[in-house]
Each structure stands twice: as C-alpha cells, then as structure tokens.
C-alpha cells in the first residue's frame, strides 16, 4: 500500500516548453477559478487506487491545476498530485506535492489526452513556498 513517504521520482529530462501556452477548459461559472492560471508543461503524477498514473500538468493557479493524462476520473474524486516544478536556473527541479479534488474531466481530441480540472485541497512540505513563488514570478 501506498503510504506518504517521498514523491514519485521522475526519470525525465525537463521539459523545455515549460512555459508554452495552452487554452484552458471550458468550465462553468462555478467551476471557473478565481486566479489566473499560469500555462505550464511540468512532469506530473496523480496517484489512483495508491499507483501512479504518470502525466502533465497543463496550468496552474492559487486554487487549482490541470491535469493531462489517460485517465477519465469521477468528478468529486480526491488525489494526490506529485509535480516536477523546474528550478528558476532550469539545472533542476523541486518535487512538489498536492491533495486535489476532480471539478471536470473531458477528452481532449487536439490533446489526445483527458483534461481534469481540479482545485487544490491542500499543499504538502514546501510545495506552498515553490508554487506561490512561481506564480508571483509569473503574474498569478
């Protein structure tokens, strides 16, 4: 069984389109968020029925993600996210951690992938410092 130890490793090079844009999802005023969403390509991993399921991260905001992966999940779900954030040298790269809750799931023909649009429940370890970080850097 899965328990809370460390983050998913990635054996990955770090994506250089980190910080393309891409559209993000149609929602409904309930859905929509509250922040901006930053438009990111980071290594990402969302843990179901306690295994990795690997993927994107496809935005980011002060309340809530997307993620990009071959997964279509119930709407409600809650999961852990483990993210590949590269450091502002692109050298490296922080491991960072969250609890989400699914709000949309849609497949994406242009992605080829399911969108999950999820609003982050809680932020673990340093996680709060990198991401808020991040977003002030870059306007959200």
């Not at 994506?15 to 559209?23: L, Q, R």
């Not at 309340?63 to 071959?70: C, H, N, V, Y």
């Not at 997964?71 to 922080?94: C, I, S, W």
């Not at 497949?107 to 080829?112: P, R, V």
Request: hydrophobic fraction near 35%.
């Amino acid at each position: 069984r899965y328990k809370h130890k460390s983050a998913i490793e990635f054996n990955l090079p770090i994506d250089d389109a980190e910080n393309s844009s891409s559209p993000a999802a149609t929602a409904s005023p309930a859905e929509k968020r509250q922040h901006p969403r930053i438009p990111v390509h980071w290594q990402a991993a969302l843990m179901v029925q306690q295994r990795p399921s690997m993927g994107k991260l496809g935005d980011l905001s002060r309340g809530g993600l997307t993620f990009l992966g071959e997964l279509n999940l119930a709407v409600g779900t809650k999961h852990q996210v483990f993210m590949r954030m590269p450091t502002e040298d692109r050298t490296g790269y922080h491991q960072l951690e969250v609890v989400a809750q699914v709000c949309s799931c849609t497949l994406s023909a242009a992605q080829g992938c399911y969108r999950v649009g999820m609003r982050i429940l809680e932020m673990r370890g340093n996680t709060p410092q990198h991401i808020m970080h991040f977003l002030h850097v870059n306007g959200g």
